[in-house]
């Protein structure tokens, strides 16, 4: 589902002006979680949209539970999550260049270009099979990383799901960012962005079984997907810390386990 | 003074020769063997994948891949924290022993997703005190995932202890989740091991 702004601005109005808590490490990742009484009753909230509404969907479009057996073949739901992605790149790409990085955004603009030609509208992607243009994603919430700001505290949004103060800031400025929020108005504005959103259930679709296990398998999910989406997110921004050695006797405060040290 | 540049001499040819000595210690796992562990155990891993068999089948198969390549009992030890150390070596082999069934379905169930992807095998590195290789999942209709694997021979033998998927740490996840589940049992290893047993 795409944010709108009445769902979001309450939210990093609110958490911007808290204080901060100290930082702790917490399996091998540094932790800013200063609002996790909220965030839990959040993610409570989340974990029931989840299980009543998106996965059921999810189920219904990847074509029913165990019939995944041949995965070369082209699900409905993998025309939409594509066209919902090609329709993310021309956001992506003013991003890459507000980050000052004209490589992927050239990437992301000719990838653009050919799927929305000879992959007929972004239904398929001829970019990434035939011309090796993998899409290169980014967001508004990297641009302020690649800018110097702060991580800030741990969030939990309502449907969005895991973030952090500065990665909610940016999500807001993408809405203003997007040149489709440009060129389109009115009926075409809200079909991009159903197509948009139908995307990202379309995605949610395909690993489906990985997310349903952290949410619904996990002694813990909420602590269990704040440290995942922690982690992942980091990689991507290239904000990790070094590698966890399990085994070191003693834990420095990296990331890298060595549990022979131990 | 003359005596001592001799011994010094003689020191650094004693190491030079314990060096090249094949099996010597500080010498036993290198780049090439940590790669090629890697290429071994995603072959067997592959080859799950794709035989078809129902999924308890193939869960019991992952585990005795993970078993085999995996230095399965660190990877317990670390993953269950300071209460290791506590508790007696039955009630340890007991968890382990769990744990070990555990990963082989969780992990199966996803690696099930990946039907049809294949991994290539980066460039192996040296990494603190063990050794580190990347490797790269293509998926279908997806941009590829880095994944990176780590590789000791700490145990006395060369084999991976940790998998680091886009940056998610799986001895982090399962620390976490160890953790959590052992809370939820009150501190109780052998009540944690029966859930175990049922997990993943």
Redo the contacts between chains.
Sequence with gaps: MRPTRSQILPMVFLTLAACASDPVM????MVNDPYEGANRRIHAFNKGVDARLVAPVARLASGGGES?????Q?RPA?LV??VGANLSLPGKVVNHLLQGRPGPAIRNGFRFAVNSTLGIAGLF?PA??DFGL????TDFGQTLARWGAPEGAYLELPVLGPSTQRDAAGRVVDIVLDPWNHVLTGRQAVGVLGLRAAGKAADRA??G??VE?VLQ????SY??TR??WL??????LGE?G???????AIEDDD???????? | MRNSRRGLLALLAGAGAFAVLPGGPALALDTTEARALIETSLTEVHAVINSGQPPAEMYRDFEEVFARYA?VD??A??ALGPVARQIGAGEFAEYRQAFQGYIGR?YG??F??F???RIEVGEARP????F?VSSTAYL?????MQVEW?V?D??GRSLF??I?I????M???E???I???L??RGGDVAALSADLQQ??
């Design positions: 917490r399996d091998g990742i995944r057996g041949n995965a070369q082209m993998d999550a594509n992607d990434g099979s993998d899409e290169v994603d395909r690993f079984d990985t296990g398998g996990s002694a813990d602590a269990q440290l995942i982690m992942h997110r980091r990689h991507e990790e070094n590698a966890f050695d399990p085994y070191d990331a890298v386990i060595d549990p022979y040290e131990e | 230095d660190v990877i030890r670390s969780k169930k996803r099930r997703e039907v049809g992807s990494l603190k005190s063990f580190a279908n209709g997806r941009a590829p780590h000791s700490r145990s202890f940790n680091i886009e940056g998610v740490n001895l982090a996840s620390r976490a989740e953790a959590a589940m809370t939820r997990a993943g």
